[in-house]
């Protein structure tokens, strides 16, 4: 069985900064890929960024990107020049390509981008 | 395209009582799941469907059932509803390879069990 860990509850940065969530996953399986996903007070479920564990190539997504570390199985997003509306909860997640795609989420960091 | 839709947005129900939550999605994505998500946690998967006529348990399936009714439609029933599942309950749909294998949520159901 997979787990994701985020160590960090809460962040803020303030608004034009840049911030990184951290995200540590713990799996003996090759074939995966990972996810960042947020959840604004609305509570919708957005994609922000994926990386396919095969490729080591950083993902990288306008002002989002990832640090993929696979042999420390680490998998890091940061924020460049934060916005308001980057608040919002930030999952990180796992996908296992060999056992029905589900996806395994972590607990999540709260992350409040202040004026 | 509506996405991935479910019906109702908010639920209360009294121990015991019984309720199907709906979902359907319209990108015409073979697998399915359905998720919980408690105060402050993340999403923990119920059941799924990996493709029409399938189903499987995920990590929290005490307490539910599930139906693929078809390719579009896959809804969860509580048959005895109890307080600890009190929740938000999303549905998700999954794109293939050419979509990344990105998971399309719901905008989610809230359920109070009293």
């Known amino acids: 069985a997979q787990t994701v860990t985020q160590s960090q509850p809460e962040m803020s940065v303030q608004e034009a900064e840049t911030v990184t969530l951290s995200c540590t996953y713990d799996?003996?399986?090759?074939?995966?890929?990972l996810f960042w996903y947020k959840q604004p007070p609305s509570r919708q479920m957005i994609l922000v960024i994926r990386q396919e564990a095969y490729k080591q190539q950083n993902a990288t997504e306008n002002r989002f990107s990832v640090n993929f570390q696979k042999a420390a199985k680490s998998f890091s997003l940061k924020i460049s020049d934060s916005q308001l509306g980057d608040t919002a909860m930030y999952f990180c997640a796992f996908m296992n390509l060999n056992a029905g795609n589900m996806l395994t989420f972590g607990g999540g960091t709260r992350l409040m981008v202040k004026p | 395209n509506a996405g991935v839709t479910q019906t109702p947005k908010f639920q209360v129900l009294k121990t015991g009582q019984s309720m199907t939550l709906q979902c359907a999605q319209d990108?015409?994505?073979?697998?399915m799941y359905w998720y919980r998500q408690d105060p402050g946690m993340g999403l923990r998967l119920i059941y799924y469907s990996a493709s029409e006529g399938t189903t499987d348990k995920g990590e929290v399936p005490n307490g539910y059932n599930v139906s693929r009714l078809n390719k579009r439609e896959f809804s969860l029933r509580l048959e005895s509803a109890a307080p600890s599942q009190t929740s938000v309950y999303f549905c998700?749909?999954?794109?293939?390879?050419?979509?990344?294998?990105?998971?399309?949520f719901g905008p989610g159901t809230r359920l109070t069990v009293l």
């Open positions: 990108m015409n994505h073979n697998s």
């Open positions: 799996t003996s399986e090759n074939n995966y890929y």
């Open positions: 998700a749909s999954r794109a293939g390879l050419a979509g990344g294998y990105e998971q399309f």
